[in-house]
């Protein structure tokens, strides 16, 4: 292939790349305010103001499209929950790290409607199907993480002995709540999530 004709395709592929991102970013918007079904070729066209025929090619199906929208939201968590959280020591000090970084992510916040998966995950529970693993694998490896945290800090000394799942339920459980409040104008949703996940975890005598 010469030089020319390496060009264009250099060219059309960058352009479906920032074509793909910029219906990405809308999409994970869309679902994190209405849902996944809410995303369509259509409304994407609409709200982008790029060309429907142009996103289907892209994403084929809808359930294609829904998929990358929850690949593209786990992306955006890890990139501003579970990432920069691995900066501090592991332990407690990390879990109040993730903790904080999902306080950001959802204030902000990062997804239109604040934590994606919250958004989505109660009305795929009862469904089968791709979308329906996709989701839960991403929740599941956001439990997993907490719960590596808290076993280890239980294992180091750091915390009094716990049960670990459990402990872990609460705090997604005070996670949800949290977005939720948040979305209906409790400024004081996250406060409230340290002073109980405070008392969850306690230090050995």
């Known amino acids: 292939m010469g030089s020319a004709a390496t060009e264009v395709v ?3 592929l960058l352009r ?3 074509t793909r ?5 809308r999409a994970v918007d869309i679902a994190s305010l209405d849902g996944l079904e809410a995303i369509s070729f259509g409304r994407l066209a609409a709200d982008t103001g790029l060309s429907k025929a142009g996103i289907q090619t892209l994403f084929k199906t809808k359930e294609t499209l829904q998929l990358a929208a929850v690949d593209h939201a786990r992306e955006l968590f890890v990139d501003h929950v579970v990432r920069p959280a691995r900066s501090a020591p592991r332990g407690v000090e ?3 790290a993730l903790l904080d970084h999902w306080a950001v992510y959802v ?3 990062v997804c239109a409607g604040g934590c994606f998966r919250a958004a989505n995950l109660a009305a795929f529970d009862s469904r089968t199907g791709p979308v329906h693993d996709a989701l839960f694998r991403d929740h599941r490896a956001w439990l997993d993480t907490l719960s590596g945290e808290l076993r280890y800090a239980v294992e180091a000394g750091q915390l009094a002995d716990l049960d670990i799942g459990l ?3 609460h705090i997604d ?12 104008g409790d400024d004081a949703a996250v406060d409230k999530v340290r002073r109980i996940v405070s008392s969850l975890l ?4």
Do not use: H, I, M
């Open 167 to 169: 402990t872990v339920f």
């Open 107 to 109: 204030s902000t916040p």
């Open 21 to 25: 991102k910029v219906v990405l970013e």
């Open 202 to 205: 306690v230090a050995p005598r």
């Open 16 to 18: 479906g790349a920032r």
């Open 10 to 12: 250099d060219k059309r």
């Open 173 to 184: 459980a005070l996670l949800c709540a949290a977005n939720t409040a948040l979305r209906t």
């Open 94 to 96: 990390r879990v109040w």
